[in-house]
Nanobody
Framework: QLQASGGGLVQAGASLTLSCVASGLTFSSYDMGWFRQAPGKEREFVAAVSRRESTFYKDSVKGRFTISRDNAKNTVYLQMNSLKPEDTAVYYC?????????????????WGQGTQVTVSS
């Protein structure tokens, strides 16, 4: 089970940190990712951190977002700075055991319930 939190309504330029706590799985054995879905759009990759702690980012969030994990707390974080209105979406955390392609939602085994991020201009 994955439980995401930390979303909210902020103004452009603000920061938010999303958290996702995992239970019922061996957290350190999974690659962890964040995806987002805006109304009327497909779910898209945002960032991932592998079990070896390599990080991957969508081009449009590079330099603004930072993903990290704390295996002792079974938690993955997404620090989001300089938020833009186009970052508005429901953000989902996910866990991938396959390690085939951390940018593809198809390979993720477990999903959190989503947390809403709304950025006003």
């Amino acid at each position: 089970q994955l439980q995401a939190s930390g979303g909210g309504l902020v103004q452009a330029g603000a920061s938010l940190t999303l958290s996702c706590v995992a239970s019922g799985l061996t957290f350190s054995s999974y690659d962890m990712g964040w995806f987002r879905q805006a109304p009327g759009k497909e779910r898209e990759f945002v960032a991932a951190v592998s079990r070896r702690e390599s990080t991957f980012y969508k081009d449009s969030v590079k330099g603004r977002f930072t993903i990290s994990r704390d295996n002792a707390k079974n938690t993955v974080y997404l620090q989001m700075n300089s938020l833009k209105p186009e970052d508005t979406a429901v953000y989902y955390c996910a866990a991938d055991y396959s390690s085939l392609d951390v940018t593809s939602y198809r390979f993720y085994n477990y999903w959190g319930q989503g947390t809403q991020v709304t950025v006003s201009s």
